[in-house]
């Protein structure tokens, strides 16, 4: 989709990035709070430094989203506050009870944003948009979560069953949480969807259909990569 000249322009529309920029935001630092614990279960010094080093990249992609808010005049802190609740709470009802569910979690987690903001991103104008993708770039460590997670799994098959059903209780929280944040932010939801002032400007619901289908279907790719049944 081609960039939208002065989107800014639009109240609207502005709103909408803003809650958008807003909930990457926190959400970077919220994955940076739950690394930096998990690494203090690492088995291993080289482990507990590789899960410190996933923490720095999500600290370093909450960076440029706060000063592409502050450039907008925006106080970056405000612009996450009406989303800390919502991913308390999914952190909440996804406590990890070991390291490999930490592990699994982040890479779960992290994977299924990326997905579905790329989708989102879309709909953005061309400088937004080049700013959510850099910062959805993963967080450069993907090979070594799968690699602990296929050694645990090869070390006691019984693993891969157990993590296999915490990916999938994952995946309903993290898309019933995101489902009920667009809900609740209706500019985030014109975004999306477009508004009355801007019509076809966002996805119909055969294209939601089809974006869902994709999030799983790349779920289910990823969770064969770590070995385990979706």
């Not at 690699?147 to 069953?161: L, M, N, Y």
């Not at 999030?215 to 385990?228: I, K, Q, V």
Request: charged share 25%; glycine share 8%.
């Amino acid at each position: 989709m081609t960039a939208v000249p002065n989107a800014f322009e639009d109240p609207a529309y502005r709103l909408g990035v803003i809650d958008l920029l807003g909930l990457l935001a926190y959400g970077e630092i919220s994955a940076c709070e739950r690394l930096a614990e998990d690494a203090k279960l690492a088995p291993d010094l080289a482990t507990k430094v590789e899960v410190a080093a996933m923490a720095t990249t999500e600290f370093h992609h909450f960076e440029q989203l706060r000063d592409r808010l502050v450039g907008l005049q925006v106080d970056p802190f405000e612009a996450m506050r009406p989303f800390v609740s919502t991913f308390e709470r999914f952190h909440r009802l996804t406590q990890p009870s070991n390291f490999l569910e930490g592990l699994v979690k982040a890479y779960v987690g992290d994977g299924l944003a990326a997905d579905f903001y790329r989708e989102i991103a879309a709909f953005l104008d061309a400088d937004t948009r080049e700013l959510v993708l850099s910062t959805l770039s993963g967080t450069g460590h993907s090979e070594f979560v799968v690699d602990v997670i296929r050694r645990a799994i090869a070390d006691d098959p019984k693993v891969g069953g157990r993590l296999a059903l915490w990916a999938r209780r994952l995946m309903g929280e993290a898309l019933s949480h995101a489902q009920a944040v667009v809900a609740e932010r209706d500019a985030l939801t014109a975004v999306l969807v477009g508004s009355v002032d801007r019509p076809g400007s966002g996805m119909d619901l055969a294209m939601i259909g089809r974006m869902l289908t994709r999030l799983t279907e790349a779920h289910t790719t990823r969770m064969e990569t770590l070995g385990l049944a979706a």
